[in-house]
């Protein structure tokens, strides 16, 4: 049983930054290509960055050199920092297996980037 909980969501005004965690019980992150995914409204599911167990990553062009993907294997954590945020970047974001979806999704956390 494999489960994702995701956090370090909230409302953030734009040009701000966060940290999102995603700690994971049932299996071992450092093992898969974990990824970041986020839904906006109206909008299909998007990978926007992934991390390999060799700790290669890749970023969608939409967040590319605004967010860095890292992983704690002590911790069992991937953490997702996003700095220069802006409106688009407004959505629920998951954490999962990259690029395909192997395990349960989460609840997910809320970014809201507003003024």
């Known amino acids: 049983q494999v489960q994702l909980v995701e956090s370090g969501g909230g409302l953030v005004q734009p040009g701000g930054s966060l940290r999102l965690s995603c700690a994971a019980s049932g299996t071992i992150v450092s093992r898969y290509t974990m990824g970041w995914y986020r839904q906006a409204p109206g909008k299909e599911r998007e990978l926007v960055a992934s991390i390999t167990s060799s700790v290669r990553t890749m970023y969608a062009e939409s967040v590319k050199g605004r967010f860095t993907i890292s992983r704690d294997n002590a911790k069992n954590t991937v953490y997702l920092q996003m700095n220069s945020l802006s409106s688009e970047d407004t959505a629920v974001y998951y954490c999962?297996?990259?690029?395909?979806?192997?395990?349960?999704w989460g609840q997910g956390t809320q970014v809201t980037v507003s003024s």
């Open positions: 999962n297996a990259a690029p395909i979806v192997t395990m349960n």
